[in-house]
């Protein structure tokens, strides 16, 4: 189990200490520390103040950046995310599930940003009393509790202490929430319109070769709801999951199978919130579930094959002699020309020794950015099934070095209004037996929004 | 130097660096970087001419980037420009840039020596100045092979400036350490020497750093150099504080040239000439004199220089070793900085007694001061002025003092600091030793020092403690007194109780006529430790045991008892369980007179120099050899105690048996006549093989069929062992291919240099068998394997095999081995399986004379049917059963492989147990005359059929 959880800003220094079993610090670090010639037993501080400073020195002040989450020292494991420039840190001195532990610190991440917004030394110095206060509630001897923001709300707020203090009947209700089975939907929200707001965000990445042949490509992809309903609504989700349409289509009719298969995608794994009933999805392969109010993901989900790309890189690089480099990129969109794409972005990354570059194309902007290495060429919009491109001549200053270019990737971002994966909402029906509203009652909303991840071709 | 003028700040290079200081991270440090770099490249880009100050300015933005940690790879060529400005700046940062950055291989290194020569040969002092300090900062090879013949002509050439001449000397000086070959001072000498007459007191304290160094390479080029430092020190320190303005620091007079004299001095032995040594004697004389003088000023600066010298000159007194007034005097003063305020002065003064007290002259006077060094001791409060105390009572102990300082320093050990606990019992067991005259002192000393430090009291100690009781008739009955009260403590630890089991059990008979000690209450009293025990101990509490039924009959039984129990006969550690076993079993078998002679006294231990000295100089390591030689140096005049060196012996003990944890717990010396288990197998006898009844196998002969022949059935084994190299052999063969991989063992732990192996076919065999290979790393680094692999494919039949060539050198010598590797043509076989019609119908097809081969050949012992079967299968060929009518006979067939052809292989062996013969019978249907198959059946004759 978890035996204390660190709060580093990126200098090293701790913001938020909490120490949940005393065996961190013990025996082994010790060593860490010059030679220490007195057997006297040392205080609690000491043995924390030990993992506190093997940590940042091992990890935070590395001489080579340490690239592995988990890190160990003397026998003391170090499980860190990195934040911005904040370091969060669990540490154990037992053998403890690695998985548990980093989902734990995710949910406490989401539940720190659900509070006070971006997680930055700012923010955390400025919360710090609200941070112990939530670490005493999701963190328990070093086991992780509830920690669902929801949830959480009901009773740490940052309104300060409220003036009356809570009716027994509100008490009570607290106490069923928390540990009852739905802990994530207290009972009584009303809404006077009772609406739904559904976000399928993708991002695309991709690695392609300079001759055009797609190396790698996924699409991690989210579905973002936001949920105004009264009562305790059921509700059920359906995409043109292959699984789900083909097995329709073998129990409907077949013509309809081959149309509907066409558009369904093959969705390679995916994790959903808790809400969902797992149960249900493995035996009928149906999302259906008592939504959180408010904001929430409701799955995520990865797909790899008949990936849309919308758009294509087609990069010509050109050495003319010692000193000089030419360097041509066409980006071409491919999607339809009805849809816009927006925010789009090249980066040409340079040689180390450009001394200088001219730069000319055709539509938006382009600039070179020394301070990044990198040629960044950007375009407000750009519709389907167009094309763009943008020539450069670099001049090169000649080194005595002979270490040649090592002529990293071009990559891209940008933003389209549709979901590369080809993933469709079907339906999102609400069902609320008690109150008299039903399906056709509920307002919903559906967005694709499908960005750029990791976006590269080869030049 | 002139000074940067205001106009030369620049300011582009100050706000780069606020810049930088201000970046909150180190992404947008590195940001910064970028568009710095970038815009530094712009400028370089050649296509304008650059000015001086501009050019200077991005060369020191370079430097600073340089120096954060970033690689540069530009802005070189620019440095080297800037080495023919003339202005002073921008040639200092061009020097900076290039001693930072510029590596010795540089293509630019004769550009930049070029600048460096024109500046030498310039008149401009500033500017050979800055060239001295680039080749000294520099200071490759490649500088000194350019300029260390033109530097010494500068040095010692008359006109040149003062500062030059510092500058100079100094970069000699770091050439001459870089590269000693290549300074070859010769011509120079007699003229370097006489810069210690140098006018300049600069000078002077430069080329004496040059001298100190290169006198101690070559003492008599430079003995001329001894009247003139002496006659320069006389001057200095005779000289009014005054007199010398610009080198008086502090009222001292030019303080770092007197410190440098006086070290001059220590190279050399006390001068032979009387009027030299005269005033030598004068000047040390002065500089005591003036320690006593009260200070001139209240400046710690002042106070420093003066004890510096004063410390320098008592190093030469005590490197002269000749002058007894002096050394007293010396002594004394150290003595007045012993109970000095500064505690860097204590530490120095002790440090300094210590080899004061090695002195014949001032032993008696370092004595005087025992009492302020063991208050030293105790009430100091830093570690290191403590230790120095320590080390001092060491030296100054001598067999007057010794009970005192043994006492004192035993007291001090309560409340030592761990770091130095192990060698102050060290040092405590060496004094009690050597002084001791009294040897009932020496054990108590011995014992409290095991009471108190008891984790500190290494192997060695305990065992120098029973090497002297063991030796001395005298002390033996008090040993046993004073043990066995010892061991009456509640807790003691458990090295007293090493020493109580080892000493009752050979002395307990001497007290055992107390009734309070009688034999069953001491051995009770040790039984009573048994259990607190690690194993070694208790292995020889257990021979501490089987000692006490020798000496007290009477407590056989009880004694028996205990060994008969269950935790002794069936403890879970090897070396308890047999010493319980054997030692129970020698109990109640052997006579008493056996008892008597196997369970004798020890002998007397031979004598030899103490382990405890030696340890004690290993760990102080080379840096405190004054110490130990002095140490060296007093044996020889204290008494040497009689004892052996149990410790090494016992270590050596271990070494050789490896399943004895604890040989320094055997007391009985009956190690050799123990059934000790069997001695690990080595690694080859493991390894199985089909045809190891045979008889051992001869390990190391020089071209190896024997092992060849063994491999004839088998595919895995080892090929060839001798003292250096194991050869291991895996192999697996499909088909007419077939694929080796060889194992290479250095069996030493030393590394065999240039290893390399060839695999040659011989003769005609190039053309039957194609074997591939790909060379080994050179170095097998020792105990460590290397593996080759060999691939191989049968083109056609073959007979003879392929030779394997090793050659290595090892520790210098060369190495050569030749190996016939086992390739041999039933690697190629493919078992096939027939009926019994099929056989004897292709049998008889076989009628020809070359298709058939018939051999008879004797076996040396009983055909064993399993052991036949095995090796008939090794062969290659699939074994028919329920073919031959005979049941006794062996069928086999197979098809051999190779690239050309498949050769189909019929075998019969009738073994004829009566006359003790074999048969076989091995038609083959071939078309031409097949040698090779008998050839192979006769290797299997003595190994499978031995008759």
Same mark, same amino acid.
């Given at each position: 189990m978890i035996g204390g959880l660190f709060i580093y800003n990126h200098k090293g220094e701790v913001l938020i200490s909490r120490v949940y079993r005393d065996d961190i610090g013990e025996a082994g670090l010790k060593a860490e520390q010059p030679i220490i010639s007195r057997s006297v037993p040392k205080p609690v501080s000491c043995l924390k103040r030990n993992a506190v400073d093997a940590f940042r020195v091992n990890v935070i002040h590395a001489r080579q950046q340490v690239r592995s989450p988990v890190t160990n020292i003397a026998r003391t494991s170090f499980f860190h995310v990195k934040r911005s420039n904040i370091w969060l840190a669990a540490v154990t001195k037992q053998n403890v599930n690695a998985t548990m532990v980093f989902e734990f610190l995710y949910k406490m991440c989401d539940v720190m940003s659900a509070y006070f917004g971006k997680i930055s030394e700012e923010n955390v110095k400025n919360n710090f009393v609200l941070i112990y206060e939530l670490l005493d509630e999701i963190l328990d001897f070093g086991y992780p509790q509830n920690s669902e923001t929801g949830a959480l709300k009901t009773f740490i707020t940052q309104q300060g202490i409220k003036s009356q203090v809570p009716t027994k009947e509100e008490q009570s209700q607290i106490t069923s929430q928390v540990t009852g089975q739905i802990g994530w939907r207290r009972e009584g929200i009303k809404y006077r319109r009772n609406e739904l707001f559904l976000d399928v965000l993708e991002s695309v990445n991709l690695l392609m070769s300079p001759q055009g042949q797609v190396l790698s490509a996924h699409v991690s992809g989210r579905v973002v709801m936001k949920s105004y309903l009264s009562g305790m609504p059921e509700c059920k989700f359906g995409m043109n999951d292959k699984i789900v349409i083909d097995k329709q289509g073998k129990g409907g009719g077949s013509e309809e199978a081959a149309k509907s298969g066409k558009q369904s995608i093959a969705i390679d794994d995916c994790t959903f919130h808790q809400c969902v009933r797992l149960s249900k999805f493995d035996s009928e392969r149906s999302i259906s579930f008592i939504p959180p109010d408010g904001d929430y993901e409701l799955m995520r989900y990865r797909t790899t094959k008949d990936i849309i790309l919308p758009f294509r890189v087609i990069p010509l690089v050109r050495e003319v002699g010692r000193t000089k480099l030419e360097v041509k990129v066409v980006i071409k969109s491919n999607f339809k020309s009805s849809l816009l794409a927006q925010k789009i972005e090249v980066r040409i990354p340079t040689p180390l020794n450009t001394s200088g570059v001219q730069l000319i194309c055709m539509k938006g902007k382009a600039k070179y950015k020394a301070s990044e290495n990198a040629i960044v060429w950007k375009i407000k919009r750009m519709a389907g099934m167009k094309e763009s491109q943008i020539s450069a001549e670099i001049e090169l200053l000649p080194t005595n070095d002979k270490k040649k270019w090592a002529r990293p990737p071009i990559s891209m971002n940008f933003e389209v209004p549709f979901a590369p994966s080809g993933l469709k909402v079907r339906y999102l029906k609400v069902f609320e037996p008690k109150l008299n509203y039903s399906d056709h009652d509920v307002i919903k909303w559906v967005r694709y929004i499908g960005r750029s991840g990791i976006y590269e071709t080869r030049c | 130097m002139p000074a940067v003028s205001k106009g030369d700040g620049m300011r582009g290079l100050a706000v780069f660096i606020s810049d930088i200081r201000n970046c909150k991270s180190k992404e947008a440090e590195i940001k910064r970087i970028n568009k710095e770099l970038a815009n530094i490249r712009s400028k370089f880009k050649g296509d304008k001419a650059l000015d001086g100050y501009s050019k200077k300015k991005y060369v020191c933005k370079l430097l600073f980037i340089f120096l954060l940690g970033h690689d540069i790879d530009f802005g070189h060529m620019e440095a080297v420009n800037l080495l023919s400005s003339n202005k002073y700046t921008e040639k200092q940062i061009g020097y900076l840039f290039i001693s930072v950055l510029v590596n010795s291989n540089s293509e630019l290194i004769r550009l930049i020596n070029n600048a460096i020569k024109n500046d030498l040969s310039s008149r401009n002092p500033t500017f050979m100045c800055l060239a001295l300090h680039c080749i000294a900062n520099v200071g490759s090879r490649e500088m000194a092979e350019a300029f260390a013949s033109e530097i010494p002509r500068i040095l010692v050439a008359g006109d040149t400036m003062d500062s030059v001449k510092q500058s100079a000397a100094l970069c000699l000086l770091r050439l001459y350490k870089t590269s000693?070959? &290549? !300074? &070859?001072m010769g011509e120079w000498t007699s003229r370097v020497v006489h810069l &210690?007459?140098?006018?300049?007191m600069g000078v002077v304290t430069a080329a004496i750093s040059l001298i100190t160094c290169l006198s101690q390479k070559n003492p008599d080029e430079f003995k001329t150099c001894v009247s003139l430092a002496v006659s320069r020190l006389s001057r200095i320190v005779s000289s009014a504080s005054t007199d010398l303005q610009d080198y008086t620091y502090y009222f001292v007079p030019a303080p770092w040239l007197s410190c440098k004299l006086l070290r001059l001095l220590q190279c050399y032995p006390p001068p032979e000439d009387g009027a030299v040594k005269g005033r030598l004697v004068e000047c040390l004389e002065t500089i005591l004199n003036k320690a006593q003088e $009260? $200070? #001139?000023? #209240? #400046? !710690?600066q002042h106070s420093n220089a003066k004890n510096a010298i004063l410390f320098e000159a008592i190093s030469l007194i005590i490197h002269y070793d000749s002058e007894p007034n002096l050394l007293v005097r010396a002594c004394n003063q150290l003595g007045q900085f012993l109970q000095h305020r500064e505690t860097n002065l204590r530490y120095l003064a002790l440090e300094s007694m210590c080899t004061l007290a090695s002195s014949e002259f001032s032993h008696e006077a370092v004595k005087t001061h025992i009492e302020t060094v063991i208050n030293a001791l105790k009430t100091e409060r830093d570690v290191s002025v403590r230790q120095r105390a320590a080390d001092l009572l060491y030296a100054m102990c001598d067999r007057s003092n010794a009970k005192q300082i043994v006492a004192e320093m035993l007291s001090y050990l309560e409340t030592a600091d761990y770091s130095i606990r192990e060698e102050m019992v060290l040092k405590v067991a060496i004094l009690a030793e050597k002084y001791a005259v009294d040897y009932s002192w020496y054990v108590d000393t011995i014992l409290n020092l095991i009471r108190i430090a008891g984790d500190y009291v290494s192997e060695e100690v305990w065992y120098r403690v029973i090497q002297i009781v063991i030796n001395r008739d005298d002390v033996q009955g008090y040993a046993a007194k004073t043990v066995f009260e010892a061991l009456q403590a509640p807790a003691c630890h458990e090295n007293m109780v090493k020493v109580g089991g080892y000493i009752l059990g050979e002395f307990g008979n001497l007290i055992a006529g107390d009734p309070r000690s009688s034999p069953l209450v001491q051995f009770n009293l040790l039984h009573s430790k048994f259990h607190l025990c690690s194993v070694p101990t208790r292995a020889l509490l257990l021979s501490a045991y089987i000692k006490f039924i020798n000496l007290f009959p009477e407590t056989k039984a009880t004694i028996q008892e205990v060994l008969r129990c269950d935790s002794q006969i069936r403890n879970s550690d090897v070396e308890l369980q047999q010493r319980a076993v054997e030692y129970l079993k020698l109990s109640s078998i052997a006579s008493t007179d056996v008892l008597a002679t196997v369970l004798e006294e020890m002998p007397p231990f031979p004598e030899r120099e103490s382990s405890i000295l030696a340890k004690l100089k290993k760990k102080k390591g080379p840096g405190a050899v004054s110490v130990t030689e002095l140490e060296d140096s007093k044996r020889e005049g204290g008494e040497l105690n009689g004892g052996g060196d149990r410790g090494q012996d016992t270590a050596t003990m271990a070494a050789s048996n490896a399943s004895t944890p604890s040989p320094s717990a055997d007391l009985l010396g009956i190690r050799s006549t123990a059934p000790l288990g069997a001695a690990p197998a080595s690694a080859g006898s493991l390894l199985v093989d089909v045809f190891s009844e045979a008889g051992p196998t001869a390990p190391s002969a020089a071209v190896n069929d024997d092992g060849f022949l063994r491999f004839v059935c088998k595919n895995n084994g080892v090929l060839f062992e001798n003292q250096l190299l194991q050869i291991g052999i895996k192999s697996e063969y499909r088909q007419n291919l077939g694929r080796m991989y060889l194992f290479y063992g250095n069996k030493t732990s030393v590394q065999f240099a240039s290893f390399t192996t060839t695999v040659s076919c011989p003769g005609e065999l190039q053309s039957q068998l194609n074997v591939q290979t790909k060379p080994v790393e050179p170095l097998v680094e020792g105990g460590a394997q290397i593996q080759q692999v060999l691939n191989i494919e049968c083109l056609t039949d073959f007979s003879d095999a392929p030779l394997l060539n090793i050659k290595f050198r090892y520790g210098g010598a060369l190495q050569n081995l030749t190996l016939k590797l086992p390739v041999t043509i039933n690697k190629f076989f493919q078992p096939t399986e027939m009926t019994s019609h099929d056989f004897f119908q292709r049998w008889k097809q076989l009628s020809q004379p070359q298709q058939e081969a018939q051999k008879i050949f004797k076996a040396n012992n009983s055909m064993d049917t399993e052991v036949l079967k095995a090796k008939l299968l090794g062969l290659g060929t699939a074994l028919l059963d329920n073919v031959d009518p005979n049941p006794e006979n062996y069928v086999c067939a197979g098809v051999i492989q190779t690239k050309s052809q498949q050769v189909g292989c019929l075998l019969r062996l009738e073994p004829n147990a009566q006359a003790q013969v074999q048969h076989t019978d091995s038609p083959e249907r071939v078309s031409h005359n097949y040698s090779s198959i008998p050839n192979f059946l006769h290797y299997l004759s003595p190994y499978s059929v031995n008759i």
């Open positions: - | 000693p070959d &290549l !300074v &070859l &210690l007459n140098d006018q300049h $009260p $200070p #001139k000023s #209240k #400046k !710690v």
